[in-house]
């Protein structure tokens, strides 16, 4: 798949802009702050998983009431227009060869981008809720049909700890709260259990290709990454659904009083993480903890470009691969290595705050952003 043609209207710093992009590499140079980054996210708007930084609303130009992103999308030779309005406090509108569709959500069996940059550092050593995002996003990439587990699970998590919040320590509505939580205590075992084993699947799947891109980029070592969770000891991790809702069953049950004591909803997946070591055995260290900085980027960049490799493997047509300032910050020998490696992936689309030398080996088209206009080289 790739973009042919893109054009925005009120879109973050563009007022207007159009660009034709090249099925192979497209280089976006610019100074900082001139909206690079800005065209990229544009671009990963059209899978439908939303804004890299914010709300879709916060994607609207500073004075304007809507953003417009028009795209000619190529699958396999077959043009697809897309149409997608972004208002303030209002979900996008989509259309498809300008025909309605329901939502964004229609967008993921058309369009899938995987974005890399600076701040995707913060999957090495950032917070657990950045890695979760990071698997959620892969699983319902992988599999679009699986986007409403993740939004039951988001569902039943917000209304349980409403609940939770609400619940009197003593009197007569106590007990009927109390009732009401058991129907929540079940909608949160069914919904938790099918998160989970789609998390854990598709971690399973995405190891080996994470594992094979750090060895590339680092030229030896290993990488492990495995399931963390308070809730699931080591061999309980399992993608069978029914299996894991015993165990969280059984988990919730036995913190409930702690969690109608303080409010909120102490066990589940809400809380889990992926833990992330290099190295193998009695040598295998935490990559957050003790990492350099120089190795949890490349930490970082094997995992988007696993990611990369197991969605080309497993859709029909390769994804986007949307770059953004990252050769700037690698080496001159990776900065080499990554230049080789993205020749021949698909469309692949780089930034750079210097010039085109930073990309080395040379490139299909070059692009250059100046104040929020666009213009090619």
């Known amino acids: 798949m790739f973009v042919e043609r893109l054009a925005l209207e009120d879109f973050r710093n563009y007022q207007r802009a159009e660009v034709h992009l090249a099925d192979g590499l497209n280089v976006v140079v610019g ?12 671009v990963y708007c059209l899978g439908g998983l939303g804004s890299l930084r914010s709300s ?7 004075g304007a009431d809507r953003a417009l992103v028009h795209a000619v999308l190529n699958r396999k030779g077959r043009q697809i227009r897309i149409d997608m309005e972004m208002k303030q406090a209002r979900s996008a509108r989509v259309l498809i060869n300008r025909t309605p569709a329901s939502g964004p959500r229609a967008l993921r069996e058309l369009a899938t981008g995987v974005f890399f940059g600076p701040d995707d550092l913060n999957l090495v050593k950032g917070s657990p809720d950045i890695r979760r995002r990071f698997l959620d996003d892969l699983v319902v990439k992988l599999h679009p049909a699986r986007e409403p587990i993740r939004r039951e699970w988001e569902r039943v998590l917000r209304q349980r700890n409403a609940l939770l919040k609400t619940i009197p320590r003593s009197g007569p509505g106590r007990a009927g709260a109390l009732s009401t939580l058991d129907v ?14 789609a998390r854990i699947s598709t971690l399973d799947d995405l190891k080996p290709a994470v594992d094979a891109r750090y060895r590339g980029i680092a030229g030896s070592g290993k990488i492990v990454m495995s399931y963390s969770s308070a809730w699931l000891e080591t061999k309980q991790v399992t993608t069978d659904v029914a299996a894991l809702r015993a165990v969280l069953e059984t988990q919730i049950g036995a913190s409930r009083q702690r969690e109608v004591d303080r409010g909120i909803s102490l066990v589940g997946p809400q809380r889990d993480d992926v833990a992330i070591e290099i190295g193998n055995g009695a040598d295998a260290m935490n990559a957050r903890a003790y990492a350099s900085q120089g190795d949890q980027r490349t930490i970082a960049l094997a995992l988007k470009l696993g990611e990369r490799d197991l969605l080309a493997g497993a859709l029909d047509d390769p994804p986007i691969l949307l770059l953004d300032d990252v050769f700037s910050e690698l080496d001159p020998a990776r900065r080499e290595w990554l230049a080789k490696e993205v ?3 698909g469309q692949t689309i780089v930034s750079s705050a210097g010039d085109a030398t930073d990309v080395p080996g040379g490139h299909d088209r070059l692009l250059e952003v100046v104040s929020g206009t666009v213009m090619s080289r």
């Open 343 to 345: 020749k021949g992936l």
């Open 56 to 62: 879709e609303s916060e994607v609207v130009r500073r």
């Open 184 to 197: 929540w205590d079940d909608a949160m075992t069914r919904a938790g259990a099918e998160l989970t084993a």
């Open 31 to 42: 100074a900082n702050a001139q909206g690079k980054t800005n065209l990229l996210e544009a």
